[in-house]
């Protein structure tokens, strides 16, 4: 199995980074603005990237202000089954967020194309926590 694993460092209080991470608002700003999100255990967060078919993300951990887990539950096939979280620690002001894409079946250039975009993913969300602009999937040049 692969896995997708990146860090960041956000000069922000920790309930900053955990509410953009859960809200429709905040997700909106840093991954997509066509989206479902309510943050609730067991949720499925629905997120729209100018597709057929969309992206459902069922919610299996909250832990406020620490860590979010999301499966794949409907998507391209390859991330189906597919697990990703947020781990999130607070240190002097600034928050450091692990993303870990993980249960991946085989290292594909699709992998690829996707490890690159959860760096573009965490660079979207230090903009928004930090300077208050995002940069969601609307607004990337790709």
Known sequence: ?????HINYIKVPIAK???TLTTQEG????WTEELIVKPELGFVNEFGFGDDYGTKMKITEL??????KWECIAS???????GVSFELTEKDGVT?????HFDWR??????????????MFLLSLKSYCEDGQ??????RKF
Do not use: H, R
């Open 1 to 5: 199995m692969e896995k997708i694993e």
């Open 17 to 19: 980074v955990y509410e």
């Open 27 to 30: 997700l909106a700003a840093v």
């Open 63 to 68: 832990s406020e202000n620490k860590a979010i």
């Open 76 to 82: 391209d096939p390859e991330w189906v089954g597919t």
């Open 96 to 100: 450091s967020v692990v993303l870990k």
């Open 106 to 119: 085989e290292l594909t250039e699709f992998y690829q194309w996707c490890n690159y975009n959860w760096a």
């Open 134 to 139: 995002g940069t969601p999937y609307q607004k």
